[in-house]
């Protein structure tokens, strides 16, 4: 089973598709990983990325489209797709790509969360250097300070986290992403999941039960 997950900047994808991963087998595909890892290589894609990200915009669809397809060589069944695809381009890139190996997205989850709300987890939000786990400076301290629970990684901000970028963020996922609510919608794999005041824990059970899982 191949699930999409469509929510803004800091409507918990990341943090959902981990616990995916540990507690129910899936592998995340987060094209904002992958290009925070090339920019971290020094990759030619990576140098590409990174004028777009650190400003806050859609690196263009066909470097993103490319670094998806690749990503599909090595694996293409039990996706959770966290931030892919993010515009109607790469959503219909997306179904093309999988139909050609025969899979397809099967579930479309639409998490459902107030700006204000997503405003605070982003200015407080920290992440580990090595794992990539989000703390938040108020809601979800480390148990040690500066430090990641798992490996005790380093938990930086990320640079794309500053208040003005985080508005330009969401601005772009209002404009860009949200059609893709209706696209999914038509093809009727659109679960919406109110996402506003449940803990991760909560959330998951939520998402588990629409799944069927
Ligand atoms: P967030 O969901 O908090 O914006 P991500 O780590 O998913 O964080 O993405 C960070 C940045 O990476 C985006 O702002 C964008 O610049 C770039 N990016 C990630 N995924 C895509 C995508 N599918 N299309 C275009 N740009 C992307």
Do not use: W
Request: glycine share 8%.
């Amino acid at each position: 089973m191949n699930i999409l997950l469509i929510g803004a900047p800091g409507s918990g994808k990341g943090t959902e598709s981990e616990l995916l991963c540990e507690q129910n087998g899936f592998t995340q595909l987060s094209t904002g990983d992958l290009f925070r890892s090339n920019i971290a290589n020094k990759t030619q894609l990576g140098l590409e990325a990174k004028n777009f990200m650190e400003q806050g915009l859609y690196v263009p669809d066909n470097i993103t489209n490319g670094m998806v397809k690749e990503y599909l060589k090595t694996k293409n069944s039990n996706l959770i797709f966290d931030g892919y695809p993010r515009t109607l381009d790469q959503a219909i890139e997306l179904d093309k790509m999988l139909l050609e190996v025969n899979k397809k997205i099967d579930h479309v989850i639409y998490i459902d969360v107030n700006d204000s709300i997503l405003l605070n987890r982003l200015t407080g939000r920290l992440v580990c250097e090595i794992c990539k786990r989000s703390y938040h400076i108020v809601n979800r301290k480390p148990l040690n300070d500066g430090v990641c629970d798992f490996d005790y990684g380093k938990l930086i901000t990320r640079p794309d986290d500053q208040e003005d970028k985080i508005k330009v963020r969401l601005q772009v996922y209002n404009d860009q992403t949200k059609p893709l609510i209706d696209f999914y919608l038509q093809q009727n794999k659109l679960i919406k999941v109110d996402g506003n005041n449940k803990t991760p824990k909560e959330f998951h059970t939520a998402i588990l039960k629409e799944l069927g899982l």
